[in-house]
């Protein structure tokens, strides 16, 4: 009688994890469909752009946008592996590609008011594009934060939180003055490496990056943390614990 008595626990727990999970993957559905909605209102804005003006001027933000998409399609893979070692190791992939998510916001230092489009115009393209880059990057993070604190722990989730937010922004640092992107960690990672100390150790451009880097940490940590709490809102979002594996 003891025995079966401190058997039924887990077998709520069980049924509990059974009730959470079709929540959780509706919400996903739900988010990742308003995720693709947002990417078609960026490429209207765009099109629209180009049939009143003639011009692809703005034609590069389509690519920044795969770019931040690439992260979430990262993180969803890695939502699907269980071992430490592999997750671990794909977890670092998704990190090489997280900053081209926060780097589009960067892309405002493009406009002009002598363009072919009206200045407004150009100023709602590029924040619409900024926008859901970011709520890209976000959802992709909000998975890696799962994944890390459902293989390890609540606090090596928030750990991780915490370290990719300033490695972030000395990446959109990185990728904006020193013209570095995320294949070059692959193709050329000494020189990546030893402009990125010279970028820290040299007082004329160290500030800046100083400044840049904790700009970028602080508007990620601020959004993510908007993003996660609205996540708890309902049953099932986002951020619903997985079982450790």
């Known amino acids: 009688m003891t025995a079966r008595f401190q058997a039924s626990p887990g077998r709520a727990g069980k049924r509990a994890a059974d009730d959470v999970a079709p929540a959780r993957a509706a919400r996903q ?7 693709g909605l947002s990417v078609i209102w960026c490429l209207g804005l765009l099109f629209l752009r180009w ?3 003639g011009h692809l001027r703005f034609a590069f933000l389509a690519w920044r946008l795969f770019l931040a998409a690439v992260p979430l399609g990262l993180a969803l893979w890695l939502s699907r592996i269980r071992r430490r070692s592999v997750g671990s190791a794909f977890l670092g992939g998704w990190l090489l590609f997280f900053p081209n998510a926060p780097y589009v916001v960067t892309d405002f230092i493009h406009l002009s008011p002598y ?3 009206p200045l407004w115009f150009d100023i709602l393209l ?5 926008i859901v ?4 990057g976000l959802a992709s993070l909000c998975l890696a934060h799962e994944w890390v604190e459902a293989r390890f722990s609540a606090r090596a989730g928030w750990a ?3 370290l990719v937010c300033p490695l972030a922004g000395f990446g959109v640092y990185l990728g904006r003055f ?7 960690v692959i193709q050329r990672p000494t020189a990546l490496l030893a402009d990125a100390r010279a970028q820290l150790t040299t007082p004329s451009v160290a500030a800046q990056a100083g400044a840049m880097t904790r700009g970028f940490a602080g508007l990620l940590w601020v959004s993510y943390c908007v993003w996660r709490a609205q996540g708890r809102l ?3 979002g986002l951020d619903s614990r997985q079982s450790r594996g």
């Open 178 to 184: 020193g013209r570095w992107n995320s294949w070059d």
């Open 29 to 35: 559905q739900l988010v990742l469909g308003a995720l």
């Open 115 to 117: 363009g072919r489009a």
């Open 234 to 236: 309902g049953p099932g």
């Open 51 to 53: 049939r009143l003006t």
């Open 160 to 162: 991780t939180v915490i």
């Open 133 to 136: 880059a970011l709520w890209l």
């Open 126 to 130: 590029i924040a619409s594009f900024a």
